[in-house]
């Protein structure tokens, strides 16, 4: 069992800068509506995302596919992990008919890992895309993949679709990743971001700060990014979801995050998307234009 370091209490209260409004208004229950009709997941939900209140609010969501049960088991995740059920072949016709009544100009789309899948549930990325495509022509597409594991034929197929972005998320500094992502592999998740810029993609990550990485592991993780043919970064603080979660070790400045933001882009970033609520799909829809 990895220890989790014991933090002091005053060092728990979360700083003014990361309060959020709760999610209300019109077009916020629009949205809950038909995520709830057409019987999706979104990571919005599942993931406790701060910015909930004002992506719904706006019209949008990151949908979650291939259900809502995890394989993997992530101290920083509030999903559920455990054995899924087989998947719902009917799933890319319900979510590109639910981004067509929401009039979505730029989807989010993501999944659990489904790592007891022989192609990780590469068709269902595949179909859901072309699907989304063909429903909305005019809809622009960020995907946001799990971890293949090594299982490369599965990638191509995840981002041959017509996509826009292809997002895959390091989460974390290398030595983190025993306690934050302990069935992922840095260099593995490094390796799946230089194959998918390879293949001619948009390429996306996220880092979570605030876990007890040291601002020169950050900065290392930038240049392994770069040199891996990373296009777009976001860097957010991380929230811990319940008390059984890896707990947070520092709060991120904003002032930091904004040295961040600039030392990412002397490193060789095209764009970074740097602050304390930024999530992965915050603000999506302006990467699509960031030069390949």
Known sequence: MIELPVIPSERRKRPDWLRVKLPAGPEFRKVRQLVDNYKLHTICESGSCPNMGECWGAGTATFMILGNVCTRSCSFCAVATGRPNEYDAD????????????????????????????????????????????????????????????????????????????????????????????????????????????????????IMLGLGETQDEVFKAIDDLVENGLDILTLGQYLQPTKMHHEVIEWITPEMFNNYREEGLKRGLKYVESGPLVRSSYHAERHVNVPI
């Open 91 to 206: 799933e890319p016709r319900r979510v590109a008919e639910a981004i067509k009544l929401m009039q979505v100009k730029h989807a989010v789309i993501t999944s659990v890992n489904r790592d007891e899948l022989k192609d990780r549930g590469a068709e269902i990325w595949y179909q859901t895309v072309r699907q989304v495509k063909e429903n909305t022509p005019e809809t622009t597409i960020e995907t946001l993949i799990p971890d293949v594991k090594n299982n490369w034929d599965a990638l191509i197929h995840m981002i041959e679709a017509g996509q826009e972005v292809v997002s895959h998320n390091m989460e974390t500094v290398e030595r983190l990743y025993r306690s934050v992502r302990p069935q992922a592999k840095y260099a593995r998740s490094l390796e799946q971001i230089k194959r998918t810029k390879e293949f001619g993609q948009r390429t996306k990550s996220g």
